[in-house]
């Protein structure tokens, strides 16, 4: 059973930076989508930002211009860098990546940003 262990959350102030970790326990192969998603309390799970096939990247419009998505296919990481944070960031985050079989996540890491 493949398992996705993410990293690098925690508690920081507002304009502060936080750089979140997900690798694979094991190879994945015919990766279709690498990716960040988010959950506050009450709320529903939404993309953060995304890499798809051939390169591309999905953002949501909270966090354009303030985090960064990269990954390795290859090495079934991806990351997310997260800079000038906002207390309505605050979520647990989820890493997802997506073969053309089935979507894996990851258990969440908490990301705390106070005002």
Not at 37 to 56: D, F, I, K, M, W
Not at 93 to 110: A, D, F, K, V
Request: hydrophobic share 30%.
């Amino acid at each position: 059973q493949v398992r996705l262990v993410e990293s690098g959350g925690g508690l920081v102030q507002a304009g502060g930076s936080l750089r979140l970790s997900c690798a694979a326990s094991a190879s994945l192969f015919n990766i279709k989508t690498m990716g960040w998603y988010r959950q506050a309390p009450g709320e529903q799970r939404e993309l953060v930002a995304r890499l798809t096939g051939g390169g591309g990247t999905n953002y949501a419009d909270s966090v354009k211009g303030r985090f960064t998505i990269s990954g390795d296919n290859a090495k079934n990481t991806v990351y997310l860098q997260m800079n000038n944070l906002k207390p309505e960031d605050t979520a647990v985050y989820y890493c997802n990546q997506e073969t053309w079989l089935r979507s894996y996540w990851g258990q969440g890491t908490q990301v705390t940003v106070s005002s």
